[in-house]
């Protein structure tokens, strides 16, 4: 097993687990690859790893995938692991995605290596816009696309349809599409349902629209839905995974389920219910 570590080079809280994990492996002879941007880090620091062999993107000779940092480190690296299974570590705030804390991550690894973990597949979405460059914004989102308004208390009419039939006109600040994977992230924070991974669904939820009939709806994944975008005479955010790029009014945004997914290492201990009982509170109230 060869493990590709990856993370986030802002935070500090990285760089000691980091050089820890390093001398951990060397010491148990276990091959990896390190970033060369953590690489860096631990050189200007004066920690062990800055010498070892680099990590590519995408680097075929990688089992594993270690990602040091909080979900939208995770999200980064589901764009560069070209199918290798991804194991979030997390040193952020929240890490819903990540599956171990940073103290936890040695346990973890010995689990993948006695063969204890599994990994779970997660349905991705496929995005292009008619006749637009999108430049760096990634071609398709593991959490979800977003059209939003920027730069103005002006809403954004968002005429949607689904496999050609008319599904409504949003007159909202924006609109989150988003698979099972991000339905606990924006789209949950705009009233949206939680889905859980493996159900084959994904959620549309406007943005504070302007009436407050228009809900959120879920849909079959295999949905081909169609977004037109109209505004005021100024730009709209498009975003893929929060990569975003402003876009002209009068866009057309094209959505479908992809033929990738991104695999996730899950450990035996830990299940979907727990991670959203432990770190949305979800079902906790008071005591009758």
């Given at each position: 097993m060869t493990y590709g570590i990856t993370g986030n080079?802002?935070?500090?809280?990285?760089?000691?687990?980091?050089?820890?994990?390093?001398?951990?492996?060397?010491?148990?002879?276990?091959?990896?690859?390190?970033?060369p941007v953590l690489a860096d880090g631990l050189r200007e620091r004066g920690l062990p790893g800055a010498d070892a062999d680099p990590l590519t993107a995408p680097d075929p000779g990688i089992d594993l995938l270690l990602s040091f940092g909080g979900d939208g480190t995770l999200l980064r690296t589901a764009h560069r692991a070209d199918g290798v299974?991804?194991?979030?570590?997390n040193?952020?705030?929240?890490?819903?995605?990540?599956?171990?804390?940073?103290?936890?991550v040695q346990g973890a690894l010995l689990a993948v290596e006695a063969g204890e973990t599994s990994v779970e597949r997660r349905m991705t979405l496929a995005v292009e816009v008619d006749?637009?460059?999108?430049?760096?914004?990634?071609r398709w989102a593991l959490n979800d696309v977003v059209v939003d308004k920027s730069g103005t208390t002006s809403m954004i009419?968002?005429?949607?349809?689904?496999?050609?039939?008319?599904?409504?006109?949003y007159w909202a600040d924006g609109l989150v599409v988003a698979t099972p994977t991000g339905s606990t992230a924006y789209a949950?924070?705009?009233?949206?349902?939680?889905?859980?991974?493996?159900?084959?669904?994904?959620?549309?939820?406007?943005?504070?629209?302007?009436?407050?009939?228009?809900?959120?709806?879920?849909?079959?994944c295999?949905?081909?839905?169609?977004?037109?975008?109209?505004t005021r005479g100024h730009p709209f955010a498009f975003a893929c995974d929060g990569v975003s790029a402003l876009l002209d009014g009068g866009a057309v945004v094209r959505i479908r389920r992809a033929t990738h997914e991104v695999k996730l290492v899950t450990l035996p201990d830990r299940d979907y219910f727990q991670t959203i009982r432990d770190k949305l509170?979800?079902?906790?109230g008071g005591v009758f």
């Open positions: 080079p802002n935070k500090d809280a990285l760089w000691a687990p980091l050089a820890d994990l390093v001398r951990w492996l060397d010491a148990r002879g276990f091959p990896f690859r390190l970033d299974p991804i194991l979030g570590v040193i952020g705030r929240l890490g819903f995605l990540t599956k171990v804390e940073v103290s936890e006749g637009v460059d999108l430049g760096e914004v990634p009419q968002v005429e949607a349809t689904v496999g050609g039939a008319f599904l409504n006109t949950l924070s705009v009233g949206g349902p939680i889905l859980v991974p493996g159900t084959d669904t994904l959620v549309v939820a406007p943005i504070a629209p302007h009436t407050l009939t228009a809900r959120p709806i879920v849909l079959p295999f949905s081909e839905l169609t977004l037109k975008v109209e509170s979800w079902g906790q």
